[in-house]
Every structure is written in C-alpha cells, then in structure tokens.
C-alpha cells in the first residue's frame, strides 16, 4: 500500500529510533526503483549510505529520505528544491522549522500557480463551450435550411 506524501512527510521527521539497516537490493525492491536510480540519488547528495565492509547500508532515516524525494518527485519537484529541503534538516534534525517553513513557503506558491492554472482551465472550458454550442446551432439550422429548400 502506497503512502500519501503528507504520511512520507511525517515518516522523515520521526526520530531514527533504533539502528535497523537495510541493502541497496532491499531499498530497491521495497519502492520498485532500479539500482542505478538510487546511486543518481546518491550521486545527486540525496542519499549518503554507510558502508560496512565496502557494501552500501541505509539506516531508517535514508529509507525515510528515499520514501519522501520519490514522493516529492511525484508531484513534480525538481531535484535541486527536494535536495535543498533534505539539507535543511541538519545532522540532528536542527533544521526542522527551516524544513517546515520552506514547505509552508513551497505549498503555498504552489497552491497560487494550480489555482491560476484552474482559473485558466475554467475560462478555457467557458470558451470552448460557447464556441462548442454555436457550432451545434450553426449546423442544425444549416441542416433545416436543407431540408426547407428540398421540401
């Protein structure tokens, strides 16, 4: 079952809690990415897994990291904003109120930009419907007219 991006939010600012550590085969596996899109998330600064005896491990904390960039790249972020949000956190979480006033900051342009979009979908469907309806009239009386001058 998929978790909403609000719950994969949630999931990034628990505390990291016990030490459980999983493969970069496991990680792939439990949210369906390849290989080589997790070391372009590593490559990118997203991710920084440990490494025990040269094999690459992830703590809950980068599994929680991982669930929210696919997430947050779900709806459409770029790279750059989901890694800028990332480096907000800090190594203890100290950056938490700069991560949740930069989501607050992010939401609510973005939630601007879709209503304007929605705006201007909805004066487009108005127009699209006039314009629609006056074709159907044209055609019909172009259709009556024919048959008036046949009759």
Do not use: W
């Amino acid at each position: 079952m998929k978790k909403s991006v609000a719950q994969a939010f949630v999931d990034s600012h628990r505390d990291e809690g016990a030490a459980e550590l999983f493969g970069i085969t496991e990680l792939c596996r439990e949210f369906g990415i390849t290989l080589r899109a997790l070391r372009f998330y590593e490559d990118k600064g997203l991710l920084s897994p440990r490494r025990i005896n040269g094999a690459r491990v992830y703590t809950r904390r980068d599994r929680a990291r991982l669930s929210l960039i696919l997430r947050a790249k779900a709806i459409g972020s770029p790279l750059s904003e989901i890694k800028r949000y990332l480096d907000l956190y800090g190594d203890q979480g100290e950056g938490r109120a700069q991560q949740l006033s930069y989501v607050i900051e992010r939401t609510d342009t973005e939630i601007a930009e879709l209503e304007k979009k929605r705006a201007q979908i909805d004066e487009t469907l108005a127009e699209l419907r006039v314009i629609n309806a006056t074709c159907r009239k044209n055609l019909e009386a172009q259709a009556e007219q024919k048959a008036q001058t046949k009759a």
